[in-house]
């Protein structure tokens, strides 16, 4: 049609032909896996992306902080890339929101929507933090899913020759 939607003959052999495609697994994080997913998705609605909960930065480390949450970055990245509604979608979730005049912060300055609705969810479904990534799967009709690789914040360690660790996604 001129509006830019498909008829809906087109959309049912859509999700048909990728109903049938291949059960894919893709395990890992940051921006890469997000970006492999997005493809991915025009093969097969047969996705599961695990993804990992390690990111102390920026948002995600503030809400992991102040909520004691995993780190829902690399999860938010991954959900608007498997959203059926994508385009609109993707920049719904992404969206941050700004500083404020003369660098005024609000509480929300940094975050980004979807890291809030994940916090939020995860808040809904009493502290169950899977749960509340599955549920968030359903509302935004993701092709696949989306699972955190555990429930738990994880922070990561590295040990340098000399013998000193550094802590943290972030500082490492």
């Not at 550094?166 to 490492?172: H, W």
Request: one cysteine or more; proline letters at 5%.
């Amino acid at each position: 049609t001129d509006d830019g939607q498909q008829p809906l003959v087109e959309l049912i052999y859509q999700k048909r032909f990728l109903s049938r495609g291949p059960r894919i697994v893709a395990i890992g994080g940051g921006t890469g896996l997000s970006a492999l997913l997005r493809g991915l998705k025009e093969h097969t609605s047969n996705l599961t992306a695990v993804v990992t909960v390690a990111d102390d930065g920026g948002s995600s480390g503030v809400l992991r902080t102040s909520l004691g949450i995993p780190p829902v970055g690399d999860i938010r990245n991954c959900i608007a890339a498997l959203a059926d509604a994508e385009p609109l979608m993707n920049e719904l979730l992404q969206y941050r929101f700004p500083e404020g005049v003369d660098g005024d912060s609000s509480g929300l300055a940094g975050h980004a929507v979807g890291n809030l609705l994940l916090a939020a969810m995860t808040a809904v479904e009493g502290g169950d933090f899977e749960e509340g990534v599955r549920r968030i799967n359903r509302i935004l009709a993701v092709r696949g899913q989306v699972v955190p690789v555990t429930a738990q914040p994880l922070t990561l360690h590295a040990e340098l020759r000399d013998g000193r660790v550094i802590d943290g996604q972030s500082a490492i």
